[in-house]
């Protein structure tokens, strides 16, 4: 599905100086399985997580991402995105004045052409989105407003599970998707992500914190340091990782 | 931005730029009394407008044209303009469509406004100017039914001279500014409306302008009078073709509405606006006022201001009447090299008086934007209000955007509210909808309709959708 080899990646600080922030990462990610990526505060988490959907304030200095055969780093964001990459934001923006029940639609009918389907009309798409809202809990009401504007840290954090359930993608990655929700809220994410798991989808999981993973079992965890993987393991390194902290790792890093 | 393919698109060209060949019966260039005898000849007008139209022309020899809007042209010699053109017919005028030559009902189906009556536009009347002079008035006899009058104001001062008299002039005096004072001396046309008492008007109405002859002015004259309890919608859309050379459109428009009444004013104004060298385009410079004379009136201008090299234009509302109700809806866009220098005065002078300013400007290329505002609170104005919102929209590192809002309140109990906001288009908007799969330019659409929408919902069904199109096509290749 995915295949990361040692990919180095700087973005300009506000000085105009480059900051190195990945190097040399590798990560492989076959159809099916959960990955995790956990790692202290600025390891470089959620930049991954932009640079394979395809933010462009990155410069990408070396390696190379294959996703399915492709390229990836060749391919515009809205192209990843109809090969089937999803990311869920870290933090979703608000869109004011665009209707969210008109954006998700525009959306999954993009996505729908691109696979050949035809576009749903007003009447389908609706009972589709309301079942998938009840799904992740989110009040019908949130589809009339604009997007994400006046939603709760909560309410945006569903919102973004409602657009992986509509548009049904073969890759996701969950940027820090837990932070900001209450454990009823994190089950029911929890649940929405297991429920879309089969045997060619993919899931990353960026996160802090173990807790999500005892809802959303991973089949490895990785430890990011300082722009590298440093050490891989199944669901058990999290417990460490809990227990220890990341100090122990990090001694071990070579700065 | 990392976009760049984005710059290479060209932009879509202005589509309505074609010219028709057609023989006008024209002036030639120049303007002294002579001219205007020849104008008011032409029209065979009254007495009355001949006198009136030469104090104004006298009064603006005494004036020079306004130096204080953030706009930058070079100066206009009002000797090389043609005041006067009228594509050529056989007739003294079309007395129906069957008259009309065909080129002009070609022209007017090019532009998509068919002036059959069953066309695309079933259900609103219009009114073409072609040049100096309305060609055809279409849905008459319903009209007439309902007592409503809609016809060219050129006919208006034949068949109805005592209300052409009474009101002509009457919200926007000819001393009022220098191209005011102009387009009193030179107007040839324009449409006229009345609505009797208690009736509502069973259809929009709607003038379409449209510029075809070289170096000829528009300067036509709108005129609208609501009485007491009635009720009209009335929208103007503008075309003209794509020259090299400036030309000057000065239009002025006033609304009267009496004891109850209400007018809803929309505009479409799609000028040529030049190429995105700057280079040519139309001069607009519009004075539009609406006087909400009796009690409980209400007058709303809305706008989407896209074409026209410079427009200078601020659709202002005086509120005498106790408890009546001004509002101002507007989006503007500049591109390329285009200037607008636009917003609204709201006169607050009777009881309890509300207005609502809602203005959005957007600024993409090197667009200059201004958003220039007065509302004033007269001492009798007790407990009025207003609420003013202008946000700006910035697409480009090269455009600006600018707001000058003056407000006065000599009225202790008066309320006035101002909120304003400048933003560029956010790349985590963008980001955020192409991650979704919306290609950029789609995303770029979907966030400026969005800003718009506000503005967008007080347009008529209709022309809410034309309105967001020509959004579309005017910001073709604008982020990069």
């Known amino acids: 599905m995915l295949s990361i080899n040692g990919l180095h990646v700087s973005i300009q600080d506000e000085k105009q100086q480059a900051k190195t922030i990945l190097r040399g990462l590798s990560l492989h990610i076959k159809p099916g399985e959960v990955h995790t990526i956990m790692g202290p505060n600025g390891s470089g988490k959620s930049?991954?997580?932009?640079?394979?959907?395809?933010?462009?304030?990155?410069?990408?200095?070396?390696?190379?991402v294959e996703f399915n055969g492709e390229d990836l780093l060749a391919l515009t964001p809205e192209e990843r995105a109809a090969r089937g990459l999803f990311l869920a934001f870290q933090y979703p923006v608000e869109i004011p004045?665009?209707?969210?029940?008109?954006?998700?639609?525009?959306?999954?009918?993009?996505?729908?052409?691109?696979?050949?389907?035809?576009?749903?009309?007003?009447?389908?798409?609706?009972?589709?989105?309301?079942?998938?809202?009840?799904?992740?809990?989110?009040?019908?009401?949130?589809?009339?407003?604009?997007?994400?504007?006046g939603f709760s840290g909560g309410e945006k954090k569903r919102n973004e599970i409602l657009q992986m359930l509509l548009l049904e993608p073969r890759f996701v990655i969950l940027d820090e998707t837990d932070s900001g929700l209450?454990?009823?809220?994190?089950?029911?994410?929890?649940?929405?992500?297991?429920?879309?798991?089969?045997?060619?989808?993919?899931?990353?999981?960026?996160?802090?914190?173990?807790?999500?993973?005892?809802?959303?079992?991973?089949?490895?965890?990785?430890?990011?340091?300082?722009?590298?993987?440093?050490?891989?393991?199944?669901?058990?390194?999290?417990?460490?990782?809990?227990?220890?902290?990341y100090g122990w790792l990090e001694a071990g890093e070579i700065r | 931005m990392a976009n760049n393919y984005l710059k290479e698109i060209v932009n879509k060209s202005y589509p309505y730029g074609f010219v028709t060949a057609i023989e006008s019966d024209?002036?030639?260039?120049?303007?002294?009394?002579?001219?205007?005898?020849?104008?008011?000849?032409?029209?065979?007008?009254?007495?009355?407008?001949?006198?009136w139209r030469l104090q104004a022309y006298r009064h603006w020899l005494t004036m020079t044209s306004p130096q204080w809007a953030h706009i930058q042209y070079p100066a206009i010699d009002y000797q090389s303009i043609i005041y006067y053109s009228a594509p050529r017919a056989n007739k003294e005028g079309p007395k129906s469509l069957e008259d009309v030559d065909p080129k002009l009902l070609e022209t007017y189906k090019k532009l998509g406004i068919p002036l059959h009556e069953q066309g695309r536009l079933a259900g609103v009347a219009v009114d073409a100017v072609f040049d100096s002079v309305s060609v055809a008035t279409t849905f008459k006899a319903k009209l007439a039914e309902a007592g409503v009058i809609f016809c060219p104001l050129s006919e208006a001062v034949q068949t109805h001279p005592e209300l052409v008299e009474k009101y002509l002039g009457s919200v926007v005096p000819y001393r009022d500014n220098f191209f005011a004072a102009l387009n009193s001396a030179?107007?040839?046309?324009?449409?006229?409306?009345?609505?009797?008492?208690?009736?509502?008007?069973?259809?929009?109405?709607?003038?379409?302008?449209?510029?075809?002859?070289?170096?000829?002015?528009?300067?036509?004259r709108t005129l609208i009078i609501a009485d007491e309890g009635s009720y009209v919608s009335y929208l103007e859309g503008c075309t003209a073709p794509m020259r090299d050379e400036n030309q000057l459109h000065a239009a002025v428009v006033e609304l009267v509405a009496l004891d109850n009444a209400q007018i809803k004013y929309s505009t479409v104004q799609n000028w040529y606006p030049g190429d995105e060298n700057g280079r040519g385009g139309i001069f607009n410079f519009v004075t539009k006022r609406g006087a909400?004379?009796?009690?409980?009136?209400?007058?709303?201008?809305?706008?989407?201001?896209?074409?026209?090299a410079i427009t200078w234009k601020y659709p202002s509302v005086i509120l005498q009447g106790d408890d009546s109700v001004g509002e101002f809806y507007s989006v503007a866009l500049t591109h390329h090299h285009q200037q607008a220098d636009t917003g609204t005065k709201m006169l607050h002078i009777g009881k309890n008086t509300r207005s609502t300013i809602i203005s959005k400007g957007i600024s993409a290329g090197h667009g200059q934007n201004t958003y220039r505002g007065m509302v004033r609170m007269l001492p009798t104005a007790a407990n009025a209000r207003n609420f003013t919102q202008c946000d700006s929209l910035l697409l480009s590192a090269t455009c600006g955007a600018h707001t000058f809002p003056f407000v006065e309140a000599k009225n202790p109990t008066a309320h006035v509210e101002h909120e304003a906001s400048t933003s560029k288009i956010g790349e985590d908007q963008l980001f955020y909808c192409r991650q979704r799969g919306l290609s950029q330019e789609d995303a770029v659409s979907?966030?400026?309709?969005?800003?718009?929408?506000?503005?967008?919902?007080?347009?008529?069904?209709?022309?809410a959708v034309e309105a967001q199109k020509l959004l579309e096509v005017s910001l073709e290749g604008s982020v990069g």
């Open chain 1, 47 to 64: 930049t991954l997580a932009n640079v394979l959907a395809g933010r462009t304030e990155y410069q990408v200095h070396g390696g190379h």
């Open chain 2, 292 to 308: 909400c004379r009796g009690v409980k009136s209400k007058i709303s201008w809305t706008q989407i201001e896209t074409g026209s």
């Open chain 2, 26 to 51: 024209a002036l030639a260039p120049g303007l002294t009394e002579e001219t205007i005898h020849a104008i008011w000849e032409k029209k065979k007008e009254p007495e009355f407008m001949l006198a």
């Open chain 1, 182 to 245: 209450d454990i009823d809220a994190l089950q029911m994410v929890a649940q929405c992500v297991n429920r879309h798991r089969n045997a060619q989808r993919s899931v990353l999981v960026v996160t802090h914190y173990q807790r999500l993973l005892d809802y959303i079992v991973p089949d490895v965890v990785h430890v990011m340091v300082n722009g590298r993987i440093l050490k891989s393991g199944d669901k058990s390194l999290a417990l460490e990782l809990e227990a220890k902290g």
């Open chain 2, 186 to 220: 030179v107007f040839s046309d324009g449409s006229f409306v009345y609505i009797p008492k208690g009736v509502r008007c069973p259809m929009e109405l709607s003038t379409y302008f449209r510029i075809n002859s070289a170096k000829t002015g528009q300067f036509e």
């Open chain 2, 446 to 463: 979907m966030i400026v309709n969005g800003f718009c929408k506000q503005v967008f919902k007080e347009l008529p069904m209709e022309f």
């Open chain 1, 97 to 149: 004045g665009v209707n969210n029940m008109y954006f998700l639609r525009t959306a999954l009918n993009g996505v729908r052409k691109q696979r050949g389907l035809s576009p749903l009309d007003a009447a389908d798409f609706l009972t589709l989105v309301k079942a998938k809202a009840q799904e992740v809990g989110l009040n019908e009401a949130f589809l009339q407003r604009a997007v994400n504007e």
